[in-house]
């Protein structure tokens, strides 16, 4: 049974910084690509940022491009979101997904992703 188990959200003001953190349990984490989604009241659930599964190639939304890092320690099977100069646009639920094993389209496709985490959230202030 595989886990996904976020944490790091909380309120921040505008300008400030996250980390979120997702442990993974349950199969060969270093195996799997990893994604970061969001989903604001009303709104569709949106990619983030995405990780291969060696960490070598990452993958982000155009909205956080130079402000969100995302990166992975399989020897610690945890994968995070690194986040700075955030803006009340950015408050969401975050949730960290698993990829599914051998698919190598878009980081941004939903429907390929496995498993999901509770979510945590991130509200950012004015």
């Known amino acids: 049974q595989v886990q996904l188990v976020e944490s790091g959200g909380g309120l921040v003001q505008a300008g400030g910084s996250l980390r979120l953190s997702c442990a993974a349990s349950g199969r060969t984490f270093s195996s799997y690509a990893m994604g970061w989604f969001r989903q604001a009241p009303g709104k569709e659930r949106e990619f983030v940022a995405g990780i291969s599964w060696s960490g070598v190639s990452t993958y982000y939304a155009d909205s956080v491009k130079g402000r969100f890092t995302i990166s992975r320690d399989n020897a610690k099977n945890t994968v995070y979101l690194q986040m700075n100069s955030l803006k009340p646009e950015d408050t969401a639920v975050y949730y960290c997904?698993?990829?599914?094993?051998?698919?190598?389209?878009?980081?941004?496709?939903?429907?390929?992703?496995?498993?999901w985490g509770q979510g945590t959230q991130v509200t950012v202030s004015s």
């Open positions: 997904a698993e990829r599914s094993l051998g698919y190598s389209g878009s980081y941004s496709y939903t429907a390929k992703y496995d498993y």
